[in-house]
DNA sequence: TGCCACAATTTGATATATCGTATGTCGAAC
DNA sequence: GTTCGACATACGATATATCAAATTGTGGCA
């Protein structure tokens, strides 16, 4: 019934439903890129692993697909989306602007501990990116971007932000491996860093939005080499 | 079962679910003001009540929900959040970014068809007002915006646009009928008819914004006039 | 009259059963 | 060998049944 498994990080909450857990659960992973673009969807599947009924996990499902994140044209099927050009550009247009003004409203009520942690967390996403354990990478850099974010305390942006960041979550882990590492990357979060000690609106604005820049411009570089060529596998993978 | 009572504007779209078509009715209805902050929402009898089963009102119950439109903090109920100052405040200042867009965005891209449709929008909301028929008024307020920001072709915008405008629709309803109407209310929309006419994206933003500004205003004075006010009713009242 | 205990009811959450459609498979006809 | 259609299967959508928590109503006692 899962609650009897404890599965580590996932202990189910008093008072919180199946649905949302299992929403959570499904958030987490498509936000660490456990599911590729054409990916499917079994809802039967799906609940006889975490063992309940289908009724939760489609609850759960179908929220997702409400947000855009899951996608559900087809009639008998859910699937991952995958993002072209223009919904890459209106995506991260709009994180410009709300990520901005959460890191400028962060900046003044950042503390000591934000500073240790984002210095923390940038440093084990290096190691991640070095180990190629990209799923780890990705979450880690949700992590050192929501710390910032949360402190804001703008919960509505917040909420849009997440909405948005698990829109991208497939076709953003699956760039990653394709991506040139080199230092100017790093930078990017090492500037955020900068300006965050210094608890200065207006750059911290700047380098968040700089970050997502560099993003945008990578995945608009990869989808641009992904179109026309052969795609793998026309018909859709199974889950997992 | 829905499909064969065929109830004016709601003709059941081919391939649209259940679920589907009982989200869009519970939207509009909330758009137009139907429900009042702390109605409940009652989920077997609004299934009694449009014959169907619990499942797809749930469904569309919970996507409300789940986009913060609905309240469900309480275990055993669900209803129609009131919004605070803080709230607003938030609410607007996305709603100036994103609306703000699309407004220039669709600036150059309106036709005649535009103006016409705006006009005769206006008068109509207008003549509502008069009436005192504000569920009416809320509609044709919304048709007004919509129909700029739908010419945008920006889809991810419209989207979260439409889901904040819901948040707002109930407060936003019981608001109107306080509203003192002097001319330069009307006059916001009527400036929004002339940029729109100039195809002016700078100018149709600003005009945009300014109605949005006058909105929040007069929520603001609403919501603080309620505050430490008595509340009318402090047990739900049921719906409809 | 006031208040507390307990049963009945209400409500959302979850489980299970059923339905209709889409899809895939296999075999017959050409 | 190819095409087409009947049948089996898989899937999401919906209906119904059950559960547990919470609320409400009521009767009895102080």
Request: net charge neutral; with cysteine.
């Amino acid at each position: 019934m899962l609650s009897g498994e404890t599965s580590m990080y996932e202990l189910p909450v008093r008072g919180e439903t199946l649905a949302e857990q299992i929403y959570r659960q499904l958030a987490t992973e498509i936000l660490s890129g456990s599911f590729a673009p054409l990916d499917r969807i079994n809802i039967r599947q799906h609940a006889d692993e975490i063992g309940v009924s289908v009724t939760p996990v489609r609850e759960a499902v179908q929220r997702l697909v409400s947000e855009g994140v899951l996608d559900a044209t087809d009639k008998n099927t859910i699937l991952v989306p995958e993002r072209n050009e223009p919904e890459i550009q209106e995506i991260f247009d709009i994180r410009r602007r709300l990520e901005g003004d959460m890191a400028a409203t962060a900046a003044p009520l950042l503390d000591e501990s934000d500073d240790v942690f984002l210095k923390k967390t940038h440093g084990s996403y290096l190691d991640a990116l070095d180990a190629e354990d990209y799923k780890t990478a990705l979450r880690l850099n949700s992590l050192f971007h929501f710390r910032i974010y949360k402190r804001a305390d703008l919960p509505l942006r917040l909420k849009i932000a997440e909405s948005l960041w698990l829109r991208i979550g497939p076709t953003l882990r699956h760039m990653y491996p394709t991506l040139q590492r080199d230092r100017t990357d790093h930078r990017r979060h090492e500037i955020i860093i900068e300006c965050a000690a210094r608890r200065d609106p207006v750059s911290l604005r700047t380098a968040v939005i700089g970050d997502l820049n560099s993003s945008q411009l990578a995945l608009n570089r990869y989808v641009g080499d992904q179109t026309g060529e052969h795609r793998r596998s026309p018909s859709p993978r199974r889950m997992r």
